[in-house]
């Protein structure tokens, strides 16, 4: 089934651990996104993508990194977590037929 | 820079009232124009964009240039409408996706 996947929904981790938030999307999509949100409030753009091996930059300053080495797969990289970190990450592709996008359920990260 | 305003953080309509929710954006060339929606523990997904031109669950949004504005608009508010709406522009250029701040739309009984 078409869809955007992200893991994990949930995760709770110590400061100055490395983690990664994982993002796969099976409808082939060229962009892709990275949001983080906390809750009821505005979206910041952190990242995205317009393809394999393209990255950039959003409009949120963000200690973390990310990759595109396969069109489905964009994942976002903490090399050490904060509790400032805390959050919900969403992830988003766009395309198809009207260039719609699609949002991931989102993964809610907690850094005690 | 593209930018997104939603000047509205909460509003709060009586059901059976019109609703108007604000958008207005800043970019210099042709924008791609979104709505979407965020029910209670549920992702975000798209109500509407403006080169459909389409209605949907009874909202209609309408791109007015001359105002960089994209307000969302629905005649009679129902119970169900309670969410919070983001309004989103995408630049062709570099496929940059932005989103306003977001209103939390209420409806009351």
New interface residues.
């Given amino acids: 089934e078409a869809d955007i996947y992200q893991t994990p929904r949930y995760l709770v981790i110590g400061t100055g651990k490395k983690i990664t938030l994982e993002c796969s999307q099976t409808m082939g999509h060229d962009k892709m996104y990275w949001y983080q949100q906390d809750p009821g409030m505005e979206l910041h753009l952190i990242h995205y993508s317009y393809g394999v091996n393209s990255t950039e930059k959003g409009d949120l300053s963000s200690e973390s990194t990310v990759s595109r080495i396969r069109t489905e797969h964009f994942p976002l990289t903490l090399e050490s977590a904060r509790p400032s970190h805390t959050s919900q990450y969403l992830c988003a592709s766009r395309g198809g037929a009207g260039n719609t996008i699609y949002f991931g359920e989102g993964s809610w990260l907690t850094v005690v | 820079a593209q930018r997104v305003t939603q000047p509205e953080k909460l509003l709060s309509v009586f059901k059976g009232a019109p609703v108007e929710l604000k958008c207005n954006y800043s970019y210099s060339g042709s924008p ?1 124009l ?1 709505w ?1 929606v965020q029910y209670s523990r549920q ?4 109500l509407l ?1 403006h ?2 031109r389409e209605s949907i669950k009874g909202f209609t949004a309408d791109l007015n240039k001359g105002e960089t504005s994209f307000h969302l608009k629905k005649p009679f508010a129902q119970e169900e409408d309670s969410a ?1 709406y ?1 309004c ?1 522009l ?1 630049n062709f250029g ?9 209103t ?1 739309l209420t409806i009351i009984p």
């Fill in positions: 791609e979104f979407y992702r975000l997904q798209l964009r080169i459909s919070m983001y989103a995408v570099n496929e940059k996706l932005t989103f306003g701040t977001g939390r």
